[in-house]
């Protein structure tokens, strides 16, 4: 070029006389590399990506906002190298490493108990990603069946039985004790036996008993000819307790686990 500050260059030059031309030179773009790190569950770092850039010999790069790029991970500043200036061979190598995180596992009985002292059921830090197994004590709730363990309070579609593999999230996570409460079936006894009443006929099908729950005594009735069925009772002598015909008998059976109403 005919000026020193040029930027562009002359392929071809017209001479008339003396000249002086001056050199252009262009920059070339220089690679360098950045990696990331990821701790395992055995302590040790892992490279679990890489990535080429480019830039210009000399210049000052810098790695920003990245100790949020995954979840569940902590960058871990004193042994990453997250800044450095291109070198022209193109060694530049910038480095973030990111230690694994750690949270809190609880179980949550949700009215249960532990049938005894050191069944598991505490407080614990798991390293996310770690493989567990649940405890494998059942805990107890009287008047309910242990579903098993479910994410959320009252929601029993994604249950974990007491055994169970289960892998630590990347937030503190409680597992919720699932219940279903106690079901038995009531059956219906014409008592012949005991009241001595003759020709009773009918047949009163099957009822079921939910503990703490609506459930109704049967509004179908045994019949005889010269008598009526006025009440169920649940001793033949009558001396139980007695409901009416379509009744509701919540919570009068609950300590119960097999009912025959007379």
Known sequence: AKEPDAQNAMTQVSVSGSV???????????????????????????????YEFEGYSGEAVTLDSVDKIYPGFTLDGASSQLSGQIKPDGSLILCAYFKRDAYELSFDLNGGKVPSEGAGFGKEKIRFGKNIFLPTTVPLKEGYIFQGWSLEADNDAVLLSPGDSFVAQNHDTVLYAQWKPL?????????????????????????????????????????????????????????????????????????CKTLTLY
């Open 183 to 255: 079901r038995f079936t009531v059956k219906y006894d014409k008592n012949a036996a005991y009241s001595k009443v003759p020709g009773i006929s009918g047949t009163v099908e099957d009822t079921e008993y939910v503990y703490q729950k609506d459930s109704y005594a049967s509004k179908t009735l045994f019949k005889a000819s010269d008598a009526k069925v006025v009440a169920w009772n649940s001793k033949p002598d009558g001396s139980g307790i007695s409901v009416l015909p379509g009744t509701n008998m919540k919570g009068l059976f609950d300590s």
């Open 20 to 50: 002086e031309l001056y050199a252009v030179w262009k920059q070339e773009a220089v690679k360098y590399h950045v990696e990331y790190y990821k701790e395992n569950l055995s302590g040790e770092y892992e490279l679990a990506s890489s």
